[in-house]
């Protein structure tokens, strides 16, 4: 978890068996090289962060451990490699030079090695500056001010030690134990949990960091999941090599009978085998590589719907290439054993005499070919329940009631805290925003709303209820949003009771406050919630509406209490301008921009349309949804033409049969019974199969479904259909040729 300032350095004065503690606040930041500033993701560190760390400079120098205490205010940067080549071309003058940060001058004193991107995998940081100058970044703070930089609910910073020679976890562990304890007796306000015991402070090793422990569930779940579809379809590939290889060995019993003939070892013809199939998997190993590298570039292009600019590492390395090499070899050996051995265990004297044994290998092959087509289609099965479940839940998510409209709503994320506004200017610049907006021709409302629902923008605040007394350890923060006059309205989140704010709730006016359904029927069962009371830091507020439940935090998530405050009352500098438009929101995004630039042109400011933002919720549906969409398509059009080359080899191998049923009188409709009923038995067996394996895997995809059972009638029927279809046609190729069959010409084949 997150310390304050005076924690970490209580930690690093008295933290034993480390030999090193560092501290770094995550933080978004406007730069700027002296033209108009844009919105960079920077860290706010310790003195010796980059020495903790064992980061050495491509360029200059870092920050100087324990200058904190002697220049508190010491306004320098060290910049990522990525921003210096992006802003300064490379320079390598660039040490010295002055940029802005948050309106305030910094300078420059080193450039991050290149594949140096913070502390938070997967984030791109771009900038780092000592904490201690963290004043300078916004007006509200002031450097060296202990009621600021020391308090200890001020719990922003991440800790990280490096452990001294010899020493354990459990030792270093127990010396943070007992500085807990201390603190807690210290001070108990800051130091205490809802149950009103002493705070914990965790230590795990760096590897097990890497995820956040609230996300691990779900990266891991993604990527067992992905791994798995993977593996599932290599089986699929190698089941339909395996069956290609046996058709073809088929055909070369003549060959292989007469090597064996000439003394050839079984085991030497083995190993010739197995060579040939190495090849072709290794061949197709490099193939896919290439492919890999091509994709990898696309995809460490993409930036999704995020706060924060994504940065992973998924270049190919000398680890990728060895798995890709260990992988292509297996395969090889899988999809080749099978032939090579039948091959091997042929009967030498029916083989030479152009018989077949009722014992020999080709008495068996046909079964093992069922078998692999039938292991293609269950697969196949998997991959399309689970695709097609995942489709039916980003519909359903799509389609879900959000307790707002998202429509035709148009965002403008500013931030005038990082642009060194303090409160009167920035009054002053919302209030000329919003009028300015208002007036705009396809402009139908205008508001302001400190955070965007379902967009990863979620704040929870304390509350007071008036005439109600908590219980022990009862959890009393809820989720809470500062919004402008006309929010609600211009959302279309309706009012089951009271009035909207106006522009009347101004600051010495009377302090109000919109509750949700579910913060009136948790206080006030029975009772009419207009005119209570409730209690916000210091300040008491009179509830004037109850707006109707609305999704804030995930699509999800139970109904629970959520209360809003009056923006002009509660004034706060990082808010989102919100537009909602007679027609496509995104056409007013340039027009609004100018007003904006016209105010501040120097002022970063991140646009898009309501819609997009929530985007962001559907993330991992749509992910999924497209990911096993992919593979499932490629996995059908694999199993068909695996069911394909079988049901064609074995039309082929009944040529005389198929003759002497027609030179008896059979007809058409009768050849085509007889093949299609063999596709379609290997198709149905298939599906059961796979239907049963797809229910069980489905139980396990259950968190991620939602408005969708595992056992959906709906796609599992739909699932069937595709496979009946798709086993039809590919059966009904190789049975339109067997109905053509010359009677005479296959009488005399053998």
Known sequence: GASSYADYLDFREGAA?????????????????????SRVWGEEVSGNYFTVLGVAPALGRTFIPGAERTRAAEPVAVLSYALWQRAFGADSGVVGREVRVNGYPFTVIGVAPEHFRGSIRGVQADIWVPYAARGLLSPERTAGDAATDLQRGDRGMFVIGRLSPGATLASAQAGLDEIARRLHDAYPQNWSDVHGESRVVTLVPERDSRVLPQLRGAVFGFFGLLMTVVALMLLICCANVANLLLVRSAGRRREVSVRLALGAGRARLVRQLLTETAVIAILGGVVGLLIAKWATGLLMAFQPPLPVPVALDIALDGRVLAFTALVSALTGFIAGAAPAVGAARLDLVSAL??????????????????VLVVSQVAICVVLLTMAGLLLRSLRAAQNADLGFDPGGVAIFSTELGNQGYDEARGRAFYDDLLRRVAALPSVRAVSLAERTPLALDYSRRGVGVEGYEPAQGEDMEFGANIVGPGYLGLMHIPLERGRDFAESDRAGSLPVAIVNQSFARRFWPGEDPIGKRIRIGDSVREVVGIAHDSRTRSLDESPAPYFYL???????????????TAGNP???????????????????????????ALGLSLLPQRAGATLLGIFSVLGLVLASIGLYGVVAYAVAQRTRDLGIRVALGAGSRDIYRAVLGHGVKLTSLGLVIGIVAALLLARLAQGVLFGVSSTDPVTLGSVAAILAAVALLASFIPARRATRVDPMVALKEE
């Not at 005499?353 to 069922?370: C, E, F, I, Q, V």
């Not at 002009?568 to 301008?577: G, S």
């Open 586 to 612: 995104a056409a007013i995004i340039p027009t609004v921009r100018r007003e904006i630039a016209a105010l501040d042109r120097d002022l970063p400011v991140q646009s898009g349309t309501m819609e997009d």
């Open 17 to 37: 068996g480390l030999s090193g503690l560092t501290a770094f606040a995550p933080s978004p930041l406007n730069f700027s090289t002296g033209g108009a500033a």
């Open 353 to 370: 005499k152009g018989t077949t044994s009722d014992n020999g290998p080709r008495h068996r092959r046909p079964a093992l070919r069922n």
């Open 566 to 580: 009056p923006f002009l009352q509660f004034y706060q500098p990082n808010m989102t301008l919100e537009v909602r």
